[in-house]
């Protein structure tokens, strides 16, 4: 299966046996063999390129789901056959760690129970370089070089407020009914501004009635009827008590990154943490 699904995403079988580190020939007879056990063909094969049949692409979206499994088993069994003791620093946002850090952290005590984590809830950029944490997940790819980051997902958001603002002022219907109703502010209302602004919805400068550095606090604010915040959909969805503003407007999108420094990322221990991290946060 690992021949067909290398076949499949490279397009030929030079770059599939590159990638698998085999001979062209011995992947070559690994994708007939397949073939022949399942009676079906899964490529057209031409001088230069595999190109999948029907019955290869919908094998593939099997095969994709399989092979990603198995990667998690692979990760869960490293994880129990390595020490995972001691204690490691993770950084993200307060919102992110109080959200959704914890269940995170209670997997991770699932597969290495002797491992502590301490969050470091910061909603400004931690310095790695300086040890102050060893993984961070943050929103803006660095750009030192000695740091590794990986991409886990593009996220989306969207407005929010509480169910009782909007029994008591209405449900904006349009983006220009917004200037009609409060804003929160994550404490810098210009930048907030801008970013609405790129996204089509504009505020007024005025309209930002209340705001704090502290996403948490933020959220009470929202909670108390204080008017309309962008939040994550992730933590969003946990609370019955808020309701998206606009809901049919496009999604607030904004990656979610994954770092640590290069020297940490060949111990066995970060390296194995910082993958399930990154696994649990590209399935929230």
């Known amino acids: 299966m690992r021949a067909f699904l290398a076949t499949a995403e490279t397009g030929s079988l030079s770059a599939a046996a590159r990638h698998l580190g085999l001979t062209q020939p011995t992947l070559g007879r690994q994708v007939t063999a397949l073939e022949e056990e399942i009676g079906l063909i899964l490529f057209q094969r031409t001088a230069r390129s595999m190109a999948l049949t029907d019955a290869g692409r919908d094998l593939l979206i099997e095969a994709r789901a399989m092979g990603e499994a198995a990667g998690r088993i692979t990760l869960l069994a490293q994880a129990r056959a390595q020490a995972l003791d001691g204690t490691l620093k993770v950084t993200a946002s307060d919102m992110m760690s109080a959200y959704v850090l914890p269940d995170i952290m209670l997997q991770l005590r699932g597969i290495a129970p002797r491992l502590r984590i301490d969050v470091i809830a910061a909603n400004d950029i931690r310095d790695i370089l300086k040890r102050e944490a060893d993984i961070a997940i943050r929103h803006v790819r660095p750009d030192q070089p000695d740091l590794i980051a990986r991409l886990v997902r593009e996220a989306t958001g969207h407005l ?30 210009i930048r907030l501004i801008e970013a609405l602004a790129a996204r089509g919805i504009i505020v007024p400068p005025q309209n930002m009635r209340s705001g704090s550095t502290s996403g948490i606090t933020t959220w009470e604010l929202v909670r108390r ?18 309701v998206q503003v606009l809901p049919d407007h496009p999604a607030i999108t904004f990656p979610i990154w994954l770092v640590t420094h290069r020297e940490l ?20």
């Open 225 to 242: 009827g204080f008017g309309i915040l962008p939040m994550s959909d992730d933590i969003a969805a946990q609370f019955p008590y808020v």
């Open 265 to 284: 990322h060949t111990s066995r221990r970060i390296r194995l943490v910082f993958d399930l991290i990154a696994e649990m946060l590209a399935d929230p």
């Open 160 to 189: 929010y407020a509480s169910k009782d603002y909007v029994a008591t002022r209405g449900a904006p219907k349009t983006v220009a009914d917004l200037a009609a109703h409060d804003f929160i502010s994550f404490g810098d209302d």
